[in-house]
């Protein structure tokens, strides 16, 4: 059995506009070293899958820069490995040079790399799928029951608020998916739904995509489940561990939150010896925690110096923290600079933000202050 | 060409199962990566690792070279181990080991050869030194470091004219004329390099050492030779003392030696999640590295990846190597604490500082160590396998 592996690096850019005007989705920051990209690179390459593709839309540099030759993943292969698909865009292409709006249409667009594929299933996965989860697992059960497409879904209590958010997936007490919906009125309550990660038949595909490309289909849940879900093999497969995707910025801050506080789960993601969560080496030296520090329940990168109070927040490389400055329930990118007597509460500050010395900035659990990319205080 | 061969006797256990250059120092470092990266920096991209003594770990550590961008197709990083052949043996001396691999120099077919060794803490620049050495028009250049008058008879001394040109090289000398101290680092000319080494390799009353026979033979056949003054931080670590000492200088309000800087020191790092500072930490001047759990007082210290601290425990002026754990309660103060050792809970490890305000002698413990709960380990003490087995008796 081998599978290769689609990573999505956009579909859900719009949720975060704050973090994805500079990059795209799938190279925004995570919990002090990692990018969004990391986490479903992880997943595949812990599976045995190592012939990854990544869909790019706009965007893409820092994602590019962060995967290189995807060395630091063991990716950087002479068979497989990773590559980035970029938008195929000709200037002699008529009409046909729309970007792609769901994940159909990006699969169709990449539909020539998609026909070199070799291996019997595909493994398809958002870039926002924060989780530690044994693909190798779902892909025998998949192989076993020979489904064209297992669905990774989990039980959640579906809110009216929230329904939006999700693709909700209905199956039978066996496991067969029975229907698929977005959006509909009448779902609150307990409900499984889809975590955006799912394993397709390669046979399946090309029938799908040939068939999708034919009658102009736009989505994957409506016109592929919808429409194949009697006549061919769709399951479930329920996961029970930590799942996290981003659906708002307020969701994302939240989220980093709840794993900085959670110890079970930070050791159920970042503490499996067997299943490491892989990112870029970038050589950063030790952080330097000088006279005068207090940190405590903070989660932090290399390449920092503290010297001011650091409590409940996340540090990204290269951070630096002034004298007598004091940062509470922040997250902080990569080269942050906080003067001294600076305080922070609730912040989250992009790349090579500097706060001046003395600045007070203030958000609140539901509305964290955003300082951009660069900015100066 | 890399000397990393040394055995590192005066590191005790530390060097027990590794050569000397494989010994971590900084937090995320190995000594090698010192020389490495300067090699890489300064433009030299291929780089003869000459291994001997233990070499599993190094070898290992350096594998094909990519973590210092020196897995290319064309040099890069090499490992060069004695072998076996018709005039091959193990490597008999410093300047043997490079006489032994003069087919891979020929092979890359260089003008100059660089001889670094994998013992020292510093960042230089050695195509500056080969720019010097082209300036002078010199056969072979010595980087020299100034020492104090009382440690010049620890060095290898060269005397030298206005013009840095050596007249005199005086190893160990119990009278010092100069305090420029030879660092270990030769530029030559490839092919006098060559013809040299083949000549003293036939003398059979040699020891077949830079320092002790190609330098002076060189210096009485009156050949051009320089000295190149360094000015930065460079620290030989062969000593637990030393090996201290250099990692105290990465702290302090302004370092002595400041790791952070354009000048990037590479390692072999593997992805390790960030470092979890606990509810219960007080962190006090020192540097911490990836995947450490931190829960009680660290003071003066040097941690290393994976570092676990646990409650109410102290460590104060000292080195914990990677995935050392220290359970709730032990005191660790003036040690070194080797990879994967576990403290056990309530231990003591070495010293406090007395009251005549006289550091305690630094205590070592070996890796993959028990220490049991509550155990005393005093200060000076170098713990191994067969030592803590043999305490564990007679304390009980």
Redesign the interface.
Known sequence: MSAAGIIFSNLHEAHITELTKVRTMAAVPFMARYRLVDFPLSNMINSGITNVSVITHYNYHSLMNHIGSGKDWDLARRNGGIQILPPFITAYANNSNSLYSTRLEALCSINHSISNIKDDFIVLCDCDCICNIDIKEILEEHEEKKADLTVVVQKKNVTDEERAKFTIIEADADGHITDAFTNSGMTSGEKHVSLNIMVITRQFMSNMLADTMAHSYKSFTYDIIGRYKGSRNFRIHEFNGHYSAVDSFVGYFNQSMKILRTESIREEIFGNKNRPIFTRIRNSVPTRYKTGCIVRNSFIADGCIIEGTVENSILARNVKIGKNAVVRNSILFRNTTVGEYAELDYVLSDKNATIRDGRHLSGCDALPYFIDKGMNL | MLLAGGQGSRLYTLTEKSAKPAVPF???YRIIDFPLSNCVHSGIDVVGVLTQYRPLELNEYIGNG??WGLDLMYGGAMVLPPYQGKTADWYKGTANAIYQNLHFIDRYDPDYVVILSGDHIYKMDYSAMLKEHIKNDAVCSIAVINVSLQEASRFGIMNTDENNRILEFEEKPKHPKSTKASMGIYIFNTDKLKSYLIADEADENSSKDFGKNIIPTMLNAGERMFAYQFDGYWRDVGTIDSLWEANMDL?G?V?EFN??SDW????R?Y?????????S??????????NCHIESR?ENS??FSSVTVEPGALIRNSILMSGVTVRAGAKVDYAIIDHDTVIGAGAEIGQEKGADGKRPAIAVIGSDLNVPPGMKIGAGEMINEASLEAKFKTVG
């Open positions: 900084g937090g995320k990519q973590p702290l309000e370092p790791l952070d990037t020191i590479y390692s790092n992805t390790l999640p960030p470092q979890f500072i606990g509810e930490a007080v962190i006090d001047n020192s540097i911490i590295t990836e660290i040097v941690l």
